[in-house]
């Protein structure tokens, strides 16, 4: 589909722009911030993902003629403003956690410098993005813990709409995930495609042989052959005398998982094929995977509550201004005083301390530009925030299949220096506090 992320917007990004650039406040310097006020009821930490696509996005965040044609005819905006987005191109600065690091309440997860104009554009887009695929992410580290070194796989694309499929296809393997069935995730974003056949494979031919057969002569005996469309002991059975002791092998999909999988383990064993894995889905989340860690599976492939953050299918990150130049032309910080919903004024620094090599506590420092630059964390405190965007150029280094997998590699890392309890599916507190400092 041929659209402009200019456009997934609200409406009112582009009223506010059009008054802004009215009134004369629209080239005023700010700087907006995207932070949640608190994690899902009972989770420990958050998993940031989502600023690759962020980045791909901004590369084609502009507006054709159709695209104005539609804003003019709609008399969302005027002439003058129409004129402005004609050649519109993001050259604000942006900064935050990188992909895979650990995010807590009032975590600063992204920075957006700019112009009001450039910057409220962003709003939708961006908070559409981190909270979906933080959310997805999140929720596929939990499950990568529960299932301890047993690889975890997405088969969360027909339960969800179909380009969230692909964002959480991306988003899992940041999580933890080591693949997906979703073809076009994998085609965009490099990741191992997985998948073989359904039940109506099987249904479709006239026995369980048949359809066995079939998937082995074009698959080859590595292939994993679904035994529980009829009866899971004689579909074993079966699947051995065809593929022989070789069967890569069998995915079990409904059932008592932990039973079946135990007697097809037996089963397999007395067969002759002992390396022939077993691979179960049907409903998985963090609390089933935890409950199948003494069966002998070997792999998870996991749908529904993936794609919908197992439970919490949102961060209710919000996208707020922090500082802004005022009429005489210096840098102010703001802040809204609204009950329940009060911000912090000033952009942000975000450091980490640990004692005995282990995460205790998030600093948030806020303040004016000039203060944070002569300000000096602890030796021990690890520095969060890395450059995206600088002045419009974006680093590369965060786009692309490389860095997918160093975020899929950081999360692993920055999961071990959190305290244990972290990986508790207990419901708790966040594992470590955040305290914000306002100099």
């Not at 964002?167 to 693949?179: C, D, E, N, S, Y």
Request: aromatic fraction near 8%; include cysteine; hydrophobic fraction near 40%.
């Amino acid at each position: 589909m041929d659209y402009s992320p200019a456009l997934m917007t609200d409406m009112y990004e582009y009223t506010m722009l059009d008054a802004a650039l009215k009134d004369g406040t629209a080239n005023r310097r700010c700087v907006f911030e995207i932070f949640t006020r608190h994690l899902p009821e009972g989770r420990r930490y958050g998993v940031v993902a989502g600023t690759g696509r962020i980045l791909d996005e901004l590369e084609r965040f502009h507006l054709d003629d159709e695209d104005l044609r539609f804003l003019a005819d709609r008399k969302v905006v005027d002439a003058n403003t129409i004129k402005w987005l004609e050649n519109f191109h993001f050259s604000g600065t942006i900064k935050g956690y990188r992909e895979g690091e650990m995010f807590f309440p009032n975590s600063p997860i992204l920075q957006v410098e700019g112009t009001f104009g450039e910057c409220t554009l962003l709003e939708t887009l961006l908070l559409s993005v981190l909270n979906y695929d933080s959310a997805v992410a999140s929720a596929a580290s939990r499950m990568v813990s529960a299932a301890k070194d047993r690889p975890c796989m997405d088969m969360g694309g027909r339960r969800t709409n179909e380009w969230a499929a692909v964002a959480a296809a991306r988003a899992a393997v940041i999580g933890g995930f080591k693949g997906t069935a979703n073809l076009l995730a994998a085609q965009m974003y490099g990741l191992k495609a997985i998948g073989t056949a359904a039940h109506c494979f099987t249904l479709v031919h006239d026995n369980e042989r048949d359809a066995f057969r079939s998937q082995i002569n074009a698959l080859g005996k590595n292939t994993t052959l679904l035994v529980d469309t009829y009866n899971v002991e004689e579909a074993v059975k079966t699947a051995v005398e065809v593929a022989g002791p070789e069967l890569g092998g069998v995915r079990i999909d409904s059932g008592d998982l932990a039973s079946l999988a135990q007697r097809v383990r037996n089963q397999l064993d007395a067969l002759g094929a002992t390396n022939t894995t077993i691979t179960v889905t049907n409903d998985l989340d963090e609390y089933a995977l935890a409950a199948l860690q003494t069966a002998p599976v070997d792999s998870y492939g996991v749908g529904t509550m993936l794609v919908t953050g197992s439970g919490a299918p949102t961060c209710a990150m919000v996208y707020k201004l922090t500082e802004r130049e005022n009429s005489a032309g210096v840098m102010q910080p703001v802040a809204k005083k609204s009950t329940n919903k009060a911000t912090v004024p000033g952009r942000k620094l975000a450091y980490r301390s640990y004692e005995y090599n282990l995460a205790d506590c998030e600093h948030v420092i806020s303040g004016s530009e000039d203060q944070l630059a002569g300000y000096t964390p602890a030796d021990n405190w690890k520095d969060l925030l890395v450059s995206y965007v600088d002045h419009g150029r974006i680093d590369q280094q965060y786009q692309g299949h490389g860095a997918i997998m160093a975020a899929h590699e950081y999360r692993a890392q920055a999961l071990a220096e959190l305290p244990i309890t972290a990986q508790s599916l207990m419901k708790g507190e966040p594992v470590i506090p955040t305290e914000t400092t306002v100099l």
